[in-house]
């Protein structure tokens, strides 16, 4: 067994609220192995974004009140913000949610990929800077004319795929993806999932996957863990979690998909 790539043990994050401290993720553990894929499903407002922006210190009006998370083998939480600045896309990088309205509107792509590189101190021979800008699109499936567009020039699914190709600038060990496919047609996500997952692969790295939508999930993750209410209330590979639900929010959130076999009515 190689060490974990990440480890999350008893994460607490509380917002501030005008009525008061809102406590969002309640004593979440879990870890994730090296090239593994882990999804975190669960309704909207379950605390799932909640926590991956804890990992990525984004959180807006909100702290971590106590947990650990460990990166690598190396304390998160206690990172100077210097050293954290330097891990993000190098380690760690984020697929927001809503990725597609979070690229910059009036920059060419090139100079939002360039951005990446000048952020993390990168120096290129001439030329090089944009062969490895080809590449990067090449990998997800872009033409290498979409360097020299602006974000309203690309459909949805070519944005969602520049923002995976940012993601992966830097040869991150995990890429956290917030709901990736959540605004596209149904063949479109399915693509561009795929896209995901076979730079995932090239590259090594972990997967934490965020979705509400179980069916999507299991053909992606090899293990889910289902949030509820901040709460992470079950976790197993996606075999056991169908074959045997334990909690009875996992049952509901697999008897709302449909069946061939199956036709009582649904709740
Ligand atoms: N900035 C914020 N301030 C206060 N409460 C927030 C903030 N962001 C999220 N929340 C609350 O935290 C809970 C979890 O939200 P979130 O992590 O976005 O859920 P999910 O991603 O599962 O839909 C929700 O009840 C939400 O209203
Ligand atoms: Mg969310």
Redesign the pocket.
């Known amino acids: 067994m190689t060490a974990p790539v990440l480890e999350i043990e008893g994460l607490n994050v509380v917002?501030?609220?005008p009525g008061g401290p809102?406590h969002?993720?309640r004593d979440v553990s879990f870890s994730l192995a090296s090239g593994e894929r882990f999804g975190l499903v669960?309704?909207?407002?379950?605390?799932?974004?909640?926590?991956i922006?804890a990992l990525m210190r984004m959180?807006?009006?909100?702290w971590v009140e106590s947990g650990k998370v460990r990166l690598n083998g190396r304390d998160l939480l206690a990172a100077p913000a210097s050293a954290f600045r330097q891990l993000r896309f190098a380690e760690m990088s984020l697929v927001p949610?809503g990725a597609m309205s979070s690229l910059n509107p009036v920059l060419r792509i090139a100079d939002q990929i360039a951005d990446i590189y000048d952020d993390h101190g990168i120096r290129w021979r001439r030329g090089e800077q944009i062969e490895a800008m080809r590449n990067l699109l090449a990998r997800v499936g872009l033409p290498p004319t979409v360097l020299g567009f602006y974000p309203h020039q690309l459909s949805g699914g070519m944005k969602q795929r520049v923002c995976i190709a940012m993601s992966i600038a830097l040869r991150p060990t995990l890429i956290l993806a917030?709901?990736p496919t959540s605004a596209l047609d149904v063949m479109v996500q399915k693509q561009v999932l795929a896209t995901l997952g076979r730079v995932q692969r090239d590259l090594g790295a972990s997967v934490l996957l965020?979705g509400h939508d179980m069916a999507l999930m299991a053909h992606f993750v090899d293990r889910i863990g289902v949030?509820y209410q901040?709460s992470l209330v079950e976790m197993g590979s996606v075999r056991k979690i169908f074959a045997d639900p334990q909690h009875a929010y996992t049952r509901m959130l697999i008897d709302s998909l449909p069946s061939f076999n199956r036709t009582r009515r649904r709740a």
């Open positions: 917002y501030d609220t809102f969002a993720v669960g309704e909207s407002g379950s605390g799932k974004s909640t926590t922006l959180l807006r009006s909100g949610q917030d709901e965020i949030m901040g």
